[in-house]
Every structure is written in structure tokens, then in C-alpha cells.
């Protein structure tokens, strides 16, 4: 009985890895850092982590769904050039909203191509956001083939600034998305969503609509990836063509470690948001460790193969004590 | 969608003479001069060895099953292609010993892989896309010290001129290379279990077949074809740069599915994927002959890639 | 309530294999209707056809005397019919109360889901069936947590409790224990009262003659006789179900020939095993003997099968031909000279898009050398195709191709290559025409005849009285009896299943 009981604990608390990751984080970057929950960092930092959280979030409920989507990273440059190029520093109030508008819209267009292959044409998840990641790269070169662009300041400044009630912008939109995902937990579509990625067959025969629930996690990734693309660009007030590449992997990353399963139906937005500010904190440890700015490359990427290698090395050692 | 009768190697295989006729039309196109067509023909050939030894490597893994890819091919080329470069130093008798390094580092990085997949049960998407982050921060680590090295004049007069009937040493090698792919697939043990486990792995288990051993040979063996892949590139270009490598990743995956081997594992040939890679390779050279900029052709790729898997790649449905 | 559903003339086709031919079925309130077949007769296809989980490709379907088209599993559910499939349809990761009421969830305004609603109901549906569960069941716990009569209650649970007015048992008493079964017939009762109908696919006898109102019964995809159920006895019901009356087991036994075991050399001896199903199996096993093991399903009896294999792992003795062994991998149990024939032979057994040959050769290709003599792999696999009469084109089709019988030839087939010493087998026949079974009976008795050691695993109690001299039955992870001689009986086999506390001679 309780080994059914811690199984069915750490069954449905997948969160337990990434609580201690962490806290672990959380305490090694103090130690480089002494100032770090001082207002200006606390803030400057949760800015900066805003993209992959935002990422992250939609990631998880693809994976969630039993699928996955390598395009993200491909959605975020999308929507950097549109904004960096049709913006402008002397952009109005009204353009910008407006440019943001169409520019969240296209997000969901991306997602939608992407659900279609994948729900409606039953095509495999991988390769086809994999094609679908290189059409947007080249749609996103295509918009903005130089580095160059630009936000205007008082809207970059408004992100940059903000600090709402004394706490930093990234903290309220965190909250929301958290406010959103519970709520969505509670509706049959919450639950739909599990079944669909615990067993679809079974999902299926019960009467749950498979393919238009597959589907619109795929929009609702696109529709993430939009947001996080408009995060980056207003933190880095410009357009690069290639700003996504890396944020695919790490959102990925931030999803797994965050205690949500590849293979569907187990884990949650909280993980991966966990998920996504560790990775944000181990970027800081390398950053403050000193370490040589040849290798940080190097070790960056070298964390994330450790961090995607945890569960399954945990895996392992449990499974040996039969 | 109606049933596609045609085998999917040769519906490649005809794309590309198509694709071929097409260029010939292009303002600065062969037009109707036979032989100069007949060079730009082999020229084509030749420029697709290259991708299609870089895509054997996935030809296998893809084939072994359960997801598998590797998109840390594009990385070990680079890497490979440096090591190379460094090691061969400009001298003929140092060309066996680089060719060795290349192999012995692809093999490597991919047995790291082959870990990572077949014990710590990371999926071949996330480990492979991991490990070319690694392999990128090697190779920057690598070369912030500025590498030094130059081409042999034999790897050059082997992989880029005529060796024999003015046909380039590269397709000769390629042909050898196809030979020995169609050797291991199809008249090998390793052949028969590999399409096994990308079949069923339960059933291949309960066979008798070491399901995680040959998980972990495939990878390093896909790794070791792209070193030599890597070393081949060197051969054509003389030179190395950063990015050497990464041209070649996602025509790869993409000259695989053209080829007909299925996705989800268990079933395809070497010989799809030559046909693949010719097809790639000639949309490549149709785009860069009309000046299109590196966002459309990476726009047609991308879509090339779409169009074709959802002719070859659709699973079941869930309604019967 | 009324309702009433008819099926008239239903074709179906899954590639190039016909389900169904031409199968009827009628059905009304208040009435319970036996849909019955033998393995393949296509009962299950013209339930799914019914519950719209399947398109028919031919015939039509009327509900309350209109004809019907069901566009999805979600359209027939709409119009009240309700299925127990007999592969359930629960997702494990999910709760009991989350399963049950997936897509019928109780709502609050806005469109949230209500919690306490939910749990209340739950609690109400999971009392129906009280005082017959083993473990008392909670709305929150997870369903892969449960043992298979208890999901197999969930399922029942989960198509009632939208109030259908159609509900289909599809093999739903398979894994339910005699308690739970009654409850279930006693529920089915208050159904008949309130007007439902009821459609009953089995092949129990005692269950159909106990529950069933009407039948209609089913072979090779056509429907080939319909009545009253007292209008007619087993005997005549068995005749309509299988083609030739000799090749069924009614009553016979096929009784390999008796040799005194003890002659043999103790192929196999198992001490204390233990997993975490299986509790401390002993047995012994000699060569030329054919020992089965019976109980019912999920008591381990796989466990056992695959821990001799070597793909589960386990604490205890085994010896094999007098040798302590302990295999960590199939590989190594199979160069011991053991071979498995897996229970889900789609899913464990057969490489479905591979040829027949790569199928049959794929634990012995290295003694082909290198390259592979593909000729001489040729001959070989064609000399045990003809040893296993096999109905097919060309070695190099693809095996999915092969009807379910011949392809469960394909499974054992692997193996004769290797000549194995024992050979373990769990329920090979299941799923498998009568015809076919007849020739793989035959098979058998050749083997055990030449001296292998055969282990055999059947959920089929009647194949078990007809084949062995000795039955092990399992019952919770451990040999409650081992029946043999007078003492294996039917009756003697179903009690110790069961779990009774004394087997008498019968």
C-alpha cells in the first residue's frame, strides 16, 4: 500500500524535480549574486525570462496533448519582424496596438497550419513542425533579411519599467496565465485535454473530440509563441531574423524538467513556467560564474542535455531497486 | 488523397529529371545545348553525394523507429569538417589519419546520443537537438583559438575532379557507398534487426533482439556518416567556416521522407534516399541559378517537405 | 423509456478482409439479445458499428424504425447508446470520477465543471456495486492503479451514467469475478424494467442462458440464426456458431498421448518466484510434457511466463535443464533453448509490415552468415511454412496480409527453427478460427511427442480440459491448485479460479 501511495503521490506531483531544481537555482545564483531579490533585479531578471515562460506555457499544452511543436522558436522571429519592421522608434499608440493585434493573429494563423497537418491530416508532430519551423524561418528572413528595426521607446520602456504595485510586470503576467490555466482545468475542455493525451484511443471512443482538441493546442502554442515573440521584442527594442532559434529547445527543456511528460497527459502549465525560470537562473549562474564567454555557449547547452537527462537517470536508479 | 502507385524512389527519381528539364528552360539554363546540360547534370550528381552520405546517417535512424531523427547531424559535419582541416594540415599523409578522426568524433557524439536515447530514455528529437547545442558550443570553444589547417591536394583531386570518364571521384565513392548501404540493410543481421525495432519493438525484444544495443549502434553509426560526411564537404570546399555543416541538416530529413522511407520507422531504402537527396539538391541549385535569397529557399524547403509527407505520411485516423 | 435498433444487411470491410457479410440484428425495450460468435465471427465489428466508433461500408442501421447514419461515437451517444467495450475505453492516468464522466461532466454556469456534483454522483454509481469489490474503490483514485475486474466496473459505470437508452455489453463479464457478474445481471434486470435495451456479445454459455431473452448468432460475418432463447439449447447453439461439429472441444478431450513423466528429464524447475504480482510460484516441469496453467485473467499467469523469459525481472530459483539460471534479457533465455509465444500477438508477437519470412527468421539470422544466404533462408522458411500448413502468397508478402489464424501460425512458427526445449505459451489460441486451432492442436501434440517441454497459459478452460494431464490455476499471484486426474474437472477448474477453499472430486 505505500509504495502505491508514494507512486500515485509522485504520479501526481510531478512537480517535486522541479520544486528542488529550483530552490537549488534559486540558492547558487544568490551566492553569485548577492543583490538578487532587490526590486530593479528581481525585475530586470523576470523580464528576461518572460519570453521562454510565455513559450514554455504554450509548449506544455501541446505536449500535453500528446504532440509537440518545434515551430515556436520559428513564431517568435515571425512575429520580431513584423514588429521591428512595421514599427519603427516613432511608431503612434495606435499602430503599435494594432501591429501587436495582427501580429498575435499571425501566431495563431502559424498554429493553425501546423493543427491542420497535424489533427486533421494525422500527419507525425515532429517533422511536421519541423517543415513547418523552416517555412516560417524563411517567412521571418523573408520580412526582415538584415538585423535592424525598431520598437518604439516608450513602449519598450513600458516593459522595461513597469513594476505595478512595486512588483515587476513578468510576476502579474505570470499570475494571469496561471488564473487562466486553472480555470481551463475545470472546464471539460481542461479535461478533454488530458484524456487526449493520456490514451487517445480511448478519448476517442468515449466521444471526446480528438482532432479539433489537438488542433487548437496547436493555435494555442502559436498564439503563446506570438506573445513571447512580442515580449523579446520589446526587451530587446529591435528585429533579428534569428531570434528564435534557441527558444525552441529551451522551451522544451523548461516543459520536461517541469515535470510534464512527452508522451501526453501528465504535468501542467506551472512546471514548465518553473521550468522556464530555472533555466533563466542557470543562464545567470553561468553568466556571474565568470564563465569564459568562449565556453558559455557550450555549457549553456551542456545544462540543458543534463537537465533533459535527470528524470531519465532518476528513472533508471529506481527501476534497478526491484 | 488517391493512392500513390508509384514507388516512392522512383517518383523521385522522375521529380528530379523533371526538376532537371525545368532548369534547363531558366534564362541561364543549359537550353539546348546538349553538353553543356550533360555537365551541369553531373555537376548536380555531384553536389547531391555530399547530402546523400549526410542523410544515410538519418536513413537510419529513421528507420530504426520509435521517432527516431537526428538533428544533430548538421553540427558533427562542422565539427568534423574542422577536425579534418586541422589535422590533415595540408598534407597528403595526413589525410588517413584526419579521415579516422572524422569518423572516430561523428561516431562519438553519436553514441552520446545513443545513450541518452536507448538508456536514459530521452527522446531522439530532444537528445539530438540537445547534442547540437553541445557540439555548436564545442565547436565555438574550438574555434575562438582561430583553426589553422589547410585541404590535401589529394582529398581534392579524389572528391572534386574527374577520376575516371570524367566521372567526379565523389560520384564513385558515392556509388561504392550506396553498394556497401545496400549491403547493410538488406544482407546484414544488423539489416534485418534494424528494421525490426522500427517495426515493433516489444516483438523484436521478445525475438530475441537486443532492442537497446542496436538503438545505441545505430546513432553511432549515424554519427560516424556524418563525419565522413564531414570530411567529404571538406574535400569539395577547401575551406571550413562556423556553418559548414548546417545546410545539409534539414535537406537530410527532408531527402529521407521524398525517398519514401516511412516516417514512423520499419520500412524504406538507401536507394530512396540517393533519389531524395538528387531531388533536394537540384531544388537547391534551381533556386540559388534564379538568385533567390535564403528566406525563399528556405520557404520552398519547408513547404517541399509539407507537400510531401502529407502525400507519404498520413497515419490513421481514428474512425475506421 | 422505449427504443428500438435495428441492423439489416451489414457489410463491412477492413482492407482487403471482410468482417461482415451480411449481418442482422434486431433489438427493443425491455429485452436482453445476445449477439454470439465464435473468435472472428465479427460480433465485436457489428458492435462498433452500432455505437458509431466504426463506418459500415454497406447495410443500414434503424433507430425507432428510422434509419440512422452516425457521423461519430459522439452522435450515437447523443441518441442514448451506450457501450461496455470489452478493450476499455479509460484513460489510466486519469481518476475513476474523471473517467466516468468524461465528456458528460456535470456543469456549474459558465461552463465549470461541478466538483462535488461529480463526486457525489460518483460515490452514488461506484454503491451499485458495493460489497463486491476487493479493495474499496474511491472517486479519486487512478484507474491504472486498479485491478482489471475493478476497471472493468468503472467501464459499466461510465456507459450508465448518462441514463442510456441502448447499452451494449461487449465481453463485458471477461474480467468480472461470479459476485460481480451477478450484480451485473441484477442491474441489467432494473434496466429491462425501465424500459432499456440491452445488447449482450459473448460467448459464455451459462451467461447467455441466464440473462439473454433472445439471440442472434453470428459466423464468419454473417448473421445465420435468430429466436428465442427458449426455443433453443446449447448443443444447437454451438451448431450454428462453428462450422463442422468435429472441431469443436464440447465435451472431448484431444488427449495428447500419456507418457509417464517421470521417464523425462526435469526440464524446468521454479522455486519461491516471486514479482511484484506473483507471490511465490513453485513448479516443475518435465520434457514431453504439456502443464497448464489456468485461472482467470490478470492472476499473473503472464508474469510468470515472461519472468521465464527473461523479460520481467523477479527474485527466486530457476533452473533449466538442471542449470541455475537468471535471464535479464529474451536473448539469453533463448539460447537456453526457450521460446515464448506472446499473448497480443498484433502488438508482441508479428512485425506487421515486414515479410512472412523476415517473420519467421528473426531470432535466427545469424546463421545465415554474412552476407545472409537469403536462398538458403528462402528453403528454411518455406519448409516450416509447409510444416505449419500456411495459408498464404509469397514468403516476401507483408504478414498483414495473413489472415488471424494463419498469422498466429507465424508467431509459434518463429521458433521451430531453433528447435526449443520449452516452449512457453500464453493464450496462443485466443482470437484464432476453429479450424486453425484444430491444426495448431495437432502441432502441438507433435512437438510434445518429439520430447519439448510446453508450458501453456489458456483462458479457455475448456481447451485446457482437452490438452493437459496437469493444470496449475493461479489465483491473486499464487498456485491455489493443481488439478490433475479425476480431479480435473470443469467445475473443479472454475472453483479454484474463483478462489474456493475446496476442490472436490466432481
Not at chain 1, 478533454?192 to 471512443?205: I, M, T
Not at chain 2, 534547363?24 to 553538353?35: A, D, E, F, H, R
Not at chain 2, 522511407?261 to 524504406?268: E, F, M, P, R, W
Amino acid at each position: 500500500m505505500n509504495r502505491q501511495r508514494w507512486q500515485s503521490v509522485s504520479f501526481r506531483n510531478p512537480y517535486l524535480f522541479a520544486l528542488l531544481l529550483f530552490l537549488l537555482a534559486l540558492l547558487v545564483n544568490f551566492i553569485f549574486q548577492p543583490n538578487l531579490f532587490q526590486r530593479s533585479i528581481l525585475n530586470s531578471n523576470m523580464r528576461v525570462f518572460l519570453p521562454l515562460i510565455l513559450l514554455a506555457s504554450g509548449q506544455a499544452v501541446v505536449i500535453l496533448g500528446g504532440g509537440i511543436d518545434i515551430s515556436v522558436g520559428a513564431i517568435v522571429s515571425i512575429i520580431n519582424a513584423i514588429l521591428a519592421s512595421q514599427l519603427g522608434a516613432g511608431a503612434s499608440a495606435e499602430k503599435t496596438l494594432l501591429v501587436v493585434v495582427i501580429a498575435l493573429l499571425v501566431g495563431m494563423v502559424a498554429g493553425s497550419i501546423n493543427g491542420f497537418f497535424i489533427a486533421f491530416l494525422r500527419l507525425q508532430p515532429i517533422i511536421t513542425t519541423y517543415a513547418t519551423s523552416f517555412l516560417f524561418a524563411g517567412i521571418a528572413l523573408y520580412i526582415l533579411p538584415e538585423p535592424g528595426g525598431g520598437v518604439p521607446l516608450v513602449i519598450s520602456s513600458f516593459y522595461r519599467d513597469t513594476t505595478p504595485l512595486g512588483l515587476p510586470l513578468g510576476l502579474y503576467i505570470i499570475l494571469l496565465i496561471l488564473i487562466a490555466w486553472y480555470m481551463t482545468r475545470q472546464t471539460r475542455y481542461g479535461r478533454y485535454l488530458y484524456a487526449v493525451g493520456g490514451k487517445p484511443d480511448a478519448a476517442y471512443e468515449t466521444g471526446v473530440p480528438v482532432n479539433t482538441v489537438q488542433f487548437s493546442t496547436y493555435v494555442i502554442s502559436g498564439l503563446m509563441a506570438a506573445l513571447g515573440g512580442v515580449a523579446i521584442t520589446l526587451l530587446t527594442g529591435s528585429g533579428n531574423a534569428q531570434v528564435g532559434d534557441a527558444l525552441t529547445l529551451a522551451s522544451i527543456t523548461a516543459v520536461v524538467i517541469g515535470g510534464t511528460a512527452l508522451r501526453g497527459g501528465v504535468g501542467g502549465i506551472a512546471g514548465a513556467i518553473l521550468g522556464a525560470i530555472i533555466l533563466g537562473l542557470f543562464k545567470n549562474i553561468i553568466s556571474f560564474a565568470n564563465v569564459d564567454l568562449w565556453w558559455q555557449t557550450f555549457v549553456n547547452a551542456a545544462i540543458i542535455v543534463l537537465a533533459l537527462a535527470a528524470p531519465g537517470v532518476i528513472n533508471l536508479l529506481r527501476r534497478k531497486r526491484i | 488523397m488517391k493512392r500513390i502507385t508509384i514507388s516512392p524512389p522512383v517518383a523521385a527519381v522522375l521529380l528530379a529529371i523533371v526538376l532537371f528539364l525545368l532548369s534547363g528552360l531558366l534564362p541561364n539554363g543549359y537550353g539546348n545545348n546538349l553538353s553543356v546540360a550533360l555537365a551541369q547534370a553531373t555537376n548536380i550528381i555531384r553536389l547531391s553525394v555530399f547530402l546523400g552520405i549526410i542523410a544515410a546517417g538519418q536513413t537510419l535512424v529513421i528507420i530504426s523507429g520509435s521517432e527516431g531523427i537526428d538533428l544533430s547531424a548538421g553540427a558533427v559535419v562542422t565539427l568534423s569538417a574542422i577536425v579534418t582541416y586541422v589535422i590533415v594540415k595540408g598534407q597528403d599523409g595526413n589525410v588517413i589519419p584526419a579521415l579516422i578522426a572524422a569518423l572516430a568524433i561523428g561516431a562519438a557524439i553519436g553514441f552520446l546520443n545513443g545513450i541518452g536515447i536507448a538508456y536514459l530514455k530521452i527522446a531522439p528529437l530532444v537528445m539530438t537537438l540537445g547534442m547540437a547545442g553541445v557540439v555548436t558550443g564545442l565547436i565555438l570553444v574550438a574555434q575562438h583559438g582561430n583553426v589553422s589547417g589547410a585541404v590535401a591536394p589529394l582529398m581534392t583531386r579524389i572528391i572534386a575532379r574527374p577520376v575516371f570518364l570524367g566521372i567526379p571521384g565523389a560520384v564513385i565513392i558515392w556509388i561504392i557507398f550506396a553498394a556497401l548501404m545496400w549491403l547493410l540493410l538488406e544482407r546484414t543481421t544488423f539489416g534485418k534487426k534494424l528494421f525490426a525495432i522500427g517495426t515493433n519493438r516489444t516483438t523484436s525484444r521478445l525475438s530475441g533482439v537486443n532492442v537497446t544495443g542496436m538503438v545505441l549502434l545505430t546513432y553511432a553509426l549515424a554519427g560516424m556518416l556524418s563525419g565522413l560526411g564531414g570530411f567529404l564537404v571538406l574535400g569539395n570546399t577547401g575551406v571550413v567556416f562556423i556553418n559548414i555543416g548546417n545546410p545539409f541538416l534539414f535537406p537530410s530529413i527532408a531527402a529521407v521522407a521524398v525517398g519514401g522511407t516511412l516516417l514512423s520507422g520499419g520500412k524504406g531504402s538507401y536507394f530512396g534516399t540517393m533519389a531524395g537527396a538528387l531531388v533536394l539538391t537540384l531544388i537547391t541549385s534551381l533556386l540559388t541559378t534564379m538568385q533567390m535569397p535564403d528566406s525563399v529557399r528556405r520557404m520552398v524547403l519547408g513547404a517541399t517537405l509539407l507537400i510531401l509527407i502529407s502525400i507519404y505520411g498520413r497515419q490513421r485516423g481514428f474512425r475506421q | 423509456m422505449t427504443v428500438s435498433l435495428s441492423a439489416r444487411n451489414i457489410v463491412k470491410r477492413y482492407g482487403g478482409v471482410v468482417a461482415l457479410s451480411g449481418a442482422n440484428l434486431d433489438v427493443h425495450s425491455g429485452e436482453v439479445v445476445a449477439l454470439i460468435g465464435a473468435n472472428g465471427s465479427g460480433k465485436s465489428t457489428l458492435s462498433k458499428i452500432i455505437n458509431g466508433v466504426v463506418v459500415l461500408d454497406g447495410g443500414q442501421l434503424l433507430l425507432d424504425d428510422k434509419p440512422i447514419h452516425f457521423s461519430s461515437p459522439q452522435a450515437a451517444k447523443k441518441l442514448g447508446i451506450s457501450t461496455v467495450f470489452q478493450e476499455l475505453s479509460l484513460v489510466p492516468q486519469m481518476t475513476v470520477a474523471e473517467n466516468i464522466w468524461l465528456t458528460r461532466e456535470p456543469l456549474r454556469k459558465a461552463g465549470f465543471v461541478d466538483q462535488k456534483s461529480v463526486h457525489a454522483r460518483t460515490v452514488e454509481l461506484l454503491a451499485l456495486f458495493e460489497g463486491t469489490y476487493k479493495i474499496e474503490l474511491h472517486p479519486d483514485a487512478t484507474v491504472d492503479s486498479l485491478p482489471p475486474d475493478e476497471k472493468q466496473i468503472i467501464e459499466v459505470l461510465k456507459a450508465i451514467c448518462f441514463d442510456p437508452r441502448l447499452i451494449i455489453l461487449d465481453e463485458a463479464t471477461a474480467s468480472l469475478d461470479s459476485r460481480q457478474v451477478q450484480r451485473l445481471f441484477e442491474l441489467v434486470e432494473q434496466w429491462k424494467l425501465q424500459g432499456k435495451a440491452i445488447v449482450f456479445v459473448s460467448h459464455r454459455m451459462e451467461e447467455i442462458f441466464r440473462i439473454a431473452d433472445r439471440f442472434s448468432v453470428l459466423r464468419n460475418g454473417k448473421t445465420v440464426g435468430a429466436g428465442m432463447m427458449k426455443d433453443i439449447n446449447e448443443r444447437e447453439l454451438v451448431r450454428l456458431m462453428v462450422e463442422t461439429v468435429t472441431a469443436t472441444n464440447v465435451g472431448q478431450r484431444h488427449r495428447l498421448a500419456t507418457k509417464r513423466s517421470d521417464e523425462f528429464p526435469l526440464r524446468l524447475q521454479v522455486e519461491e518466484l516471486k514479482t511484484e504480482v506473483l507471490k511465490g510460484i513453485s513448479l516443475q516441469l518435465h520434457d514431453g510434457e504439456l502443464l497448464g496453467i489456468g485461472g482467470l485473467k490478470g492472476q499473473g499467469q503472464r508474469d510468470l511466463l515472461l519472468a521465464l523469459f527473461g523479460d520481467l525481472p523477479y527474485l527466486g530459483k530457476v533452473k533449466v535443464s538442471d542449470e541455475l539460471v537468471h535471464f535479464k534479457h529474451p536473448q539469453q533465455a533463448i539460447e537456453k533453448g526457450i521460446a515464448l509465444v506472446p499473448g497480443e500477438r498484433s502488438k508482441e508477437g508479428l512485425l506487421f509490415i515486414r515479410s512472412i519470412l523476415e517473420n519467421l527468421l528473426i531470432p535466427s539470422w545469424k546463421q545465415y552468415g554474412f552476407p545472409l544466404k537469403m536462398h538458403k533462408a528462402h528453403k528454411d522458411g518455406s519448409s516450416i511454412s509447409s510444416t505449419l500448413q500456411l495459408k498464404m502468397e509469397s514468403l516476401d508478402k507483408e504478414v498483414s496480409s495473413l489472415s488471424g489464424g494463419n498469422a498466429q501460425k507465424i508467431v509459434i512458427g518463429k521458433w521451430l527453427l531453433r528447435n526449443p526445449k520449452l516452449l512457453l505459451l500464453d493464450d496462443p489460441t485466443k482470437g484464432v478460427d476453429v479450424g486453425t486451432k484444430a491444426e495448431f492442436y495437432k502441432l502441438l501434440a507433435e512437438l510434445v511427442e518429439a520430447g519439448t517441454a510446453v508450458l501453456f497459459y489458456s483462458s479457455d478452460d475448456e481447451e485446457l480440459l482437452g490438452l493437459c494431464d496437469r493444470v496449475l490455476v493461479m489465483h491473486d499471484g499464487k498456485i491455489h491448485s493443481e488439478l490433475a486426474g479425476e480431479l480435473l474437472t470443469k467445475s473443479n477448474l472454475v472453483a479454484a479460479s474463483l478462489g474456493a477453499s475446496n476442490v472436490s472430486i466432481e
